[in-house]
């Protein structure tokens, strides 16, 4: 399967944006020197870890049938800030939530932005299991995003209830997770969610090829999900 080049496609990119990302790495690693938000902490391994890594859902997001003015994106687990930012420069004009349970990961996001003069970013402290029941969050958005660390079928468990029907769920992966995809079955079913064709990108130098798996949402997600703190991790689908 063919692999998108993380170069090519910020070299497609304007050069103000690209200007910008580069900026984006600056600052944050100022402020992860503050507070814990990345183990990326030299220029280098952030730009390729956190930025470039970011990249790969730019096509998929352009050719979305969604995308449009009015196409929001929320980004589940959001921690330093990834993908949310990186996206959000590159949209300026699309809207962007990142989410998190952690307080002072929020507020050293919200200085990242506030710095940049991000001005389409909003941010929201929760857990997603509360959150995802919530009306002003609950199927409300046309992409979810998650790169945080944990199996699929628990990030499913998460993003679902997120997603508008006919929407996306994004999950940033290694390439070598069969085993992880053929147990995140019954969450697709469960979840009336459709996995399609991933992503499959290049990072380049030691970090490889990667992928990013995509679910459609095909019907409402059942009242029953999310459930609440604590069940999916203990009791997964």
Not at 52 to 68: E, R, S, T, V
Request: overall charge neutral; charged content about 25%; proline content about 5%.
């Amino acid at each position: 399967m063919e692999a998108y080049s993380v170069q090519e496609i910020l070299s497609g990119l304007p050069k103000g944006t690209q200007e910008h990302l580069k900026e984006l790495t600056d600052v944050f690693l100022l402020e992860n020197a503050k507070v814990n938000l990345s183990a990326h902490r030299s220029n280098d391994r952030c730009w390729q870890g956190n930025i470039l890594d970011a990249l790969p859902a730019i096509p998929f997001i352009k050719n979305n049938p969604m995308f449009n003015a009015q196409c929001s994106v929320l980004d589940i687990g959001t921690g330093g800030g990834f993908p949310l930012l990186p996206l959000a420069i590159t949209f300026p004009d699309h809207r962007f939530t990142g989410m998190d349970s952690v307080q002072k990961k929020m507020d050293a996001v919200q200085r990242i932005i506030d710095t940049l003069k991000i001005a389409n970013v909003m941010l929201v402290t929760g857990r997603a299991e509360d959150l995802g029941n919530s009306p002003a969050h609950r199927e409300h958005y046309d992409i979810v995003t998650a790169r945080a660390v944990a199996e699929a079928r628990l990030l499913l468990e998460y993003c679902a209830p997120f997603v508008k029907v006919g929407g996306h769920i994004l999950l940033w992966k290694s390439l070598d997770i069969d085993d992880e995809i053929s147990s995140s079955k019954r969450a697709e079913v469960e979840l009336q969610l459709r996995r399609l064709s991933p992503v499959i990108y290049d990072l380049g130098a030691q970090w490889g090829k990667r992928q990013i798996l995509v679910y459609e949402k095909t019907a409402r997600t059942p009242e029953a999900y999310p459930r609440p703190v604590g069940t999916a991790k203990k009791h997964t689908l």
